[in-house]
């Protein structure tokens, strides 16, 4: 959990570049999703240390390592 608000941060993969911008997040019992509109729709982004690389929020960016074929769900 973080202390600051994500919402309107960018999102990038470390290998795909640039996803979208976070437009929420929502706060499930196991773990929390980032909402991130990508290419026009809406997708889902498990935000889990396993994923995260860094979150700088001077920059507004959310750096991450996704695993294969995330962003094709």
């Known amino acids: 959990h973080y202390?600051?608000?994500?919402?309107g941060?960018?999102?990038?993969?470390r290998n795909f570049g640039e996803i979208g911008t976070v437009s929420g997040v929502l706060e499930l019992p196991m773990q929390e999703l980032l909402e991130v509109s990508h290419?026009?729709?809406?997708?889902?982004?498990?935000?889990?240390d396993d994923f995260v690389i860094d979150i700088n929020e001077e920059?507004?960016?959310i750096l991450l390592t996704l695993p294969e074929g995330?962003?094709?769900l």
């Open 3 to 7: 202390d600051f608000n994500l919402e």
């Open 9 to 13: 941060f960018r999102v990038i993969d």
């Open 39 to 48: 290419q026009g729709k809406q997708i889902l982004i498990p935000l889990v």
């Open 59 to 61: 920059e507004k960016e």
């Open 70 to 72: 995330l962003l094709d």
